[in-house]
């Protein structure tokens, strides 16, 4: 167990529909990492958040957005959404030093129908 | 920018066998590098880490990487193989300067024969 929670597990929609996947950190991680994982696209990074701010951005569609609360817990927020978005969403949380690895949550596995 | 390179998408070996998965990198800076391993349906776990102390690096389940700045290298080895760790394993470097960037192979599935 790597202390992140993420919530729901599963989440089966339609397209078009709009969804929020939740993460929790582990306690004391400033830092939040959103992860999407599919067959044809591999694990790819989307964005970062610490301490309630952005702070980087990877490959994250203008119809996804995220943000980090004061409790530090995260949402990614998905809409518009197509077949192609079905996927495993992943959360990382770390504590930013420099060098420490990412703590993965389990996954919320989306489907659009 | 930094890269890995995972070498092989596919590695099959029978169980009590030594195992190897190969990655290399890429990295302007003295990189960070980890091997997560992932099994079916479930989230990332570290297996091991590099942070610039030793360069043999020992984690969990017996499994342990090796270093090699001449070569670019971070190969996972373990010398038997066990029919649990069939998973999907990532190489992943890390630029720890600029946010904890993280970059992920591709993967390799290890397939353990009985």
């Known amino acids: 167990d790597s202390g992140v929670t993420q919530t729901p597990k599963h989440l089966i929609t339609a397209t078009g529909q709009r969804v929020t996947l939740r993460c929790s950190p582990r306690?004391?991680?400033?830092?939040v990492y959103w992860y999407q994982q599919s067959l044809d696209q591999g694990l790819q990074f989307l964005i970062q958040?610490?301490?309630?701010?952005?702070?980087a951005k990877g490959n994250i569609l203008e119809r996804f957005s995220a943000q980090q609360f004061p409790d530090l817990h995260s949402e990614l927020n998905l809409s518009s959404l197509e077949l192609g978005d079905s996927a495993l969403y992943f959360c990382?949380?770390?504590?930013?030093?420099?060098?420490?690895?990412?703590?993965f949550g389990p996954g919320t596995r989306l489907t659009v129908l | 920018a930094q890269s890995v390179t995972q070498l092989d998408s596919h590695v099959s070996v029978s169980e009590g066998t030594p195992v190897l998965l190969r990655c290399n990198y890429s990295?302007?800076?003295?990189?960070?590098l980890f091997w997560y391993v992932q099994h079916p349906n479930k989230g990332l776990q570290l297996l091991l880490k590099?942070?610039?102390?030793?360069?043999l690096v020992k984690g969990i389940n017996g499994f342990e990487a090796e270093f090699k700045k001449s070569e670019t290298s971070f190969h996972l080895t373990k010398p038997s193989a066990h029919m649990s760790d069939a998973a999907e394993y990532f190489c992943v470097v890390s630029d720890p300067y600029n946010n904890n960037d993280m970059r992920f192979g591709a993967g390799t599935r290890l397939t353990v024969k009985p």
């Open positions: 958040y610490y301490n309630g701010e952005e702070r």
């Open positions: 990295s302007s800076y003295s990189p960070s």
């Open positions: 590099y942070t610039s102390a030793a360069t």
């Open positions: 306690s004391g991680d400033l830092s």
């Open positions: 990382a949380s770390s504590n930013r030093l420099a060098r420490d690895e990412q703590f």
